[in-house]
């Protein structure tokens, strides 16, 4: 059986393991209504001593008590008095298999993020460009291979030897645009997989 001394010790060890942004709550939940019965640094949510269970910890409690849970809920959102998101988990301690008191740790992350949010702004170029992407490849081969697929893929060709006349005018400009005929020879591989002339493809290059 779990006495209040060894609650009391619980509470103030895991308080001073995770500092001041982090608040402890040991609730008697024999009464609900004032179930707060040890709490460490509560200014974090603005509680104190004889303050009631929360909403959430009167259906954890309905779940223990019905067997349709387990014990705990781990990270969680909760929210402080004056609106602070708070990063919270709970444990139901039972006896004789009733809830009997639950511990609830509450943590301010907001400093941690500010900082995280300060090193990103100082990352130059960090907001990437989510329309924009670039693969990395060690021969040339290889990205005139990505770029012939990636065209078929927004062109939704399948097989490029069977497109109409009017396809392969089309596939031949996006081949342009993509850049591949900067690399030496691709206009004769390009004609070769489309089953037509070099001559051909300059005169869809105009």
């Known amino acids: 059986m779990i006495v209040e001394l060894d609650l009391n010790i619980l509470a103030k060890f895991i308080s ?3 500092g001041d942004n982090c608040e402890i709550v040991i609730h008697d939940l024999t009464d609900i209504c004032q179930s707060v019965i040890l709490i460490e640094n509560g200014y974090i949510t603005g509680r104190c001593i004889s303050s009631p269970a929360t ?13 349709d849970n387990l014990p705990y809920s781990l990270n ?5 008095k004056n609106g602070v998101e708070l990063r919270s988990s709970t444990l139901i301690i039972t006896e004789n298999d ?6 609830c ?14 090193l990103i702004e100082m990352i130059p170029g960090f907001n990437i460009d989510s329309d924009k992407s670039e693969s990395f490849f060690t021969s040339i081969e290889e990205v005139t291979t990505k770029i012939i697929e990636q065209q078929k893929l927004e062109l939704k060709f ?14 031949v400009k996006h081949m342009n645009l993509a850049g591949i005929f900067t690399i030496k020879g691709n206009i004769q591989k390009i004609a ?12 869809y290059l105009k």
């Open 16 to 18: 001073r393991v995770m």
């Open 55 to 67: 909403d959430l910890a009167l259906k954890k409690i309905k779940s223990i008590n019905d067997n």
């Open 76 to 80: 969680y959102k909760g929210f402080s």
């Open 98 to 103: 009733i809830a009997k008191y639950m511990l």
């Open 105 to 118: 740790i509450n943590i301010d992350d907001s400093k941690s993020k500010q900082a995280i949010q300060s």
């Open 158 to 171: 399948k097989d490029l030897s069977r497109l109409s006349v009017d396809e392969k005018q089309v596939f």
């Open 192 to 203: 070769n997989i489309l089953s037509i002339s070099e001559q051909t493809i300059y005169r």
